[in-house]
């Protein structure tokens, strides 16, 4: 069935009037380290840990003052704590050395950072910087491949097919909305087609109907 971007969109949009990034953050340098430790851990997770962190140390320059011993100590509750703390305290090293202490605003830059991948990248530009992006975790890359609006066993080119198929204006939206769809309905077990708004357009619930 031909996707209709559109009807898929208005339809995720209804259901999640409130589709937003779900990390807590004050500056573009908090949602820098916010998402570098979302890294395979719940958001939720996350925002426990830096609702303290940020407090304590809200800035790149107080960041620079924690042994990485002391910032593990600080995060250990967060999976991958040790490459983290390293990461970041690097990330916030570069940030000094090579931004006079700013996070930059494109992706080749943000990318040179310690921890910083394209996902990480794309999330930064799109809610710090409100430049159209769309980030491909893995609730975006599983739902999108669900329901057939991107066809690829890699981010990159689900990042592209979805780029070609969403008008630039609704990049960042529809990341919010696929990920809020893949945490609340299109889970990677057992995910609710019988309830889920977007059933008729998926690939993947009409497979199922076919066998
Ligand atoms: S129909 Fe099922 S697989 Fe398809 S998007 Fe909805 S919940 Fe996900």
């Not at 996902?119 to 430049?131: D, E, I, P, Q, R």
């Not at 491909?136 to 981010?155: E, L, P, Q």
């Not at 087609?193 to 993947?204: F, H, K, Q, R």
Request: proline content about 3%; overall charge positive.
């Amino acid at each position: 069935m031909k996707k209709d971007m559109k009807i898929i969109l208005e339809s995720l949009k209804k259901q999640y009037p409130d589709a937003k990034c779900e990390l807590n953050y004050e500056t573009p340098f908090q949602l820098l380290v916010a998402t570098i430790l979302s890294a395979q851990t719940t958001d939720k997770k996350v925002n426990e840990v830096t609702e303290k962190l940020f407090k304590e140390y809200p800035t790149v320059d107080d960041f620079l003052k924690i042994s990485q011993e002391e910032l593990e100590q600080k995060i250990k509750t967060i999976g991958l704590y040790r490459n983290k703390a390293k990461n970041i305290l690097m990330m916030c090293r570069q940030l000094k050395e090579n931004f006079h202490g700013q996070v930059p605003d494109t992706m080749e830059e943000i990318t040179s950072l310690a921890g910083a991948g394209r996902k990480t990248a794309n999330v930064v530009l799109s809610n710090a910087f409100g430049v159209p992006a769309i980030a491909v975790d893995t609730h975006v890359f599983r739902v999108s491949n669900r329901i057939g609006i991107a066809k690829s066993d890699n981010v990159l080119d689900t990042e592209n097919q979805l780029k070609k198929i969403i008008p630039k204006k609704d990049w960042s939206l529809a990341h919010h909305l696929l990920i809020f769809h893949g945490r609340r309905c299109c889970m990677a077990r057992n995910p609710k087609c019988e309830l889920c708004v977007i059933s008729e357009y998926c690939d993947y619930n009409n497979s199922i109907k076919t066998k």
